[in-house]
């Protein structure tokens, strides 16, 4: 579920690449279980950290020119080797992409975008405590993740996946985050109560 599938079918019918990687970020709402096909989980949460990377821009001073993309992954393996399919053979503007599988006390400020599975409280919390005000996305799956400070929130909500997404952590981070992305989330502001 990604874009370059769908690209050069929509290319040729003249719809160009960024609203083809919109179209695929809008079908991951769509439900799990699909006419004859089955999204795992753990599938769409990769293709949704792929796809948020592809609609955020980072301060220079975080990804340079040339500098590899990374996405790093926290707690969750087979998420990490779906996001490697996911990304294999793809760049995003002259970025490498590259997966790294990390504890939650690794080197997490190396990372542009960090996925953390959301089943253990206390790292969760120490991750988004690590990356503060940092130039990183964070995505998470835990129910209260947008409320503490994450970025994205995954929500898995009878079969459907969707996504929260924390404005105001985004601005404490630098991030400027397409207007496109945003207009598929729920926003949250700190001070919600969470997604």
Request: net charge negative.
């Given at each position: 579920m990604t874009c370059r599938p769908c690209g050069p079918p929509l290319a040729r019918a003249g719809v160009p690449a960024a609203v083809a990687c919109l179209t695929i970020v809008a079908l991951l709402a769509a439900p799990i279980r699909a006419a004859g096909q089955t999204a795992t989980a753990t599938t769409l949460k990769a293709a949704?950290?792929?796809?948020?990377?592809?609609?955020?821009?980072?301060?220079?001073?975080?990804?340079?020119?040339?500098?590899?993309?990374?996405?790093?992954?926290v707690g969750d393996?087979?998420?990490?080797?779906?996001?490697?399919?996911?990304?294999?053979?793809?760049?995003?503007?002259?970025?490498?992409?590259?997966?790294?599988?990390?504890?939650?006390?690794?080197?997490?400020?190396?990372?542009h975008v960090v996925y953390v599975d959301g089943r253990?409280?206390?790292?969760?919390?120490?991750?988004?405590?690590?990356?503060?005000?940092?130039?990183?996305?964070?995505?998470?799956?835990?129910?209260?993740?947008?409320?503490?400070?994450?970025i994205a929130q995954l929500i898995l909500e009878r079969d459907r996946m969707r996504f929260a997404i924390n404005v105001s952590a985004a601005t404490r981070a630098g991030l400027t985050l397409s207007s496109r992305l945003l207009s598929l989330a729920t926003i949250v502001r700190d001070g919600d109560g969470g997604a």
């Open positions: 949704f950290v792929y796809n948020f990377a592809k609609f955020t821009e980072w301060p220079s001073t975080a990804l340079a020119s040339g500098q590899r993309l990374a996405l790093c992954v393996t087979a998420v990490a080797d779906a996001l490697e399919q996911t990304i294999r053979g793809r760049s995003h503007e002259g970025h490498e992409l590259t997966v790294q599988i990390l504890t939650a006390d690794g080197p997490l400020q190396s990372c253990d409280a206390a790292r969760v919390a120490s991750v988004l405590e690590t990356l503060r005000d940092q130039p990183v996305f964070t995505v998470g799956n835990r129910n209260d993740f947008a409320k503490r400070g994450g």
